[in-house]
């Protein structure tokens, strides 16, 4: 029976959380880490949830959707999104990242960085980037309802970490999360790397992929020293806006085959 209890605590986990790493979980669900290792070897043989090549992460699959309704349809997002973040860097050069808020983080899930000729990383989809201090995660928030940034926060305070403390000052994080809105895009400069600046849009969309939530985020990211933040926006804010435009009507119409 208590095999069985953990066993369905981490499928909840997993349906708030999706992508999820097994450490991250085993902190979140409150079990300890080898008992989740066994756990989710199991689930994983069942068909109950899948697991990432690049990092180890592991999502529910479709077959928990009998037993729950928290099934998320990251995998659907990203070979919508993947194309068109191609087009992007093919036409600007510099890289761009689609990430979502998922595992209790900003998760990269789609990224251009290898097809870019002026990039400094290559390996980064399953990273994670900061929830306040990142372009992707200020535009996240900034977009998010009142409901649904409360519960995005109150998971990054349950699990603790850079995270919880960056969103410990509510009102400085709303005065940021202001700013964002008014200017009508995230934007940071050197908080995540000194070398890298980044801006930043949000994908919405309305469908059964997302929910009627905020899908996730856009950047264009490029070397502080090439340019500054406004004359990133001038160049690069158009064309970030077209893709993103472009990935939300592909989510508002029907779902990849597969």
């Known amino acids: 029976m208590r095999a069985l209890a953990r066993g369905l605590h981490l499928l909840e986990a997993l349906g708030e959380l999706g992508w999820t790493r097994p450490g991250a979980l085993a902190a979140y669900a ?3 880490r080898s008992s989740v290792y066994r756990l989710l070897n199991t689930l994983e ?28 349809d990251d995998e659907a997002v990203a070979q919508i999104v993947a194309p068109i973040l191609r087009d992007l860097t093919a036409a600007i050069l510099w890289p761009s990242d689609f ?20 990039s400094v990383y290559r390996q980064v989809v399953g990273k994670h980037r900061p929830l306040v201090r990142s372009a992707l995660g200020r535009a996240i928030l900034a977009a998010a309802g009142r409901a649904e940034r409360e519960a995005m926060l109150g998971i990054v305070a349950r699990l603790g970490g850079e995270d919880a403390r960056d969103i410990a000052d509510r009102r400085g994080l709303d005065r940021l999360l202001q700013a ?23 994908v919405r969309a309305q469908d059964r992929v997302a929910g009627g939530r905020v899908a996730g985020a856009v950047n264009v990211i490029y070397f502080r020293n090439a340019m500054t933040a406004d004359e990133a926006a001038d160049r690069y804010l158009e064309p970030l806006a077209a893709a993103v435009r472009r990935i939300e009507a592909a989510l508002a119409g029907p779902r990849p085959a597969g």
Request: proline letters at 3%; zero cysteines; a positive charge.
């Open 30 to 32: 409150g079990i300890d």
């Open 45 to 72: 043989q069942l068909g109950y949830l899948v697991r990432r090549e690049d990092d180890g992460a592991v999502a529910l699959t479709a077959k928990v959707a009998q037993l729950a309704d928290g099934v998320r």
């Open 99 to 118: 990430a979502s808020f998922t595992g209790g983080a900003v998760t990269i899930q789609v990224s251009t960085h290898r097809l870019s000729p002026v």
């Open 180 to 202: 964002v809105r008014r200017r009508g895009h995230a934007a940071s400069q050197g908080e995540v790397d000194d070398r890298i600046g980044a801006i930043a849009l949000p």
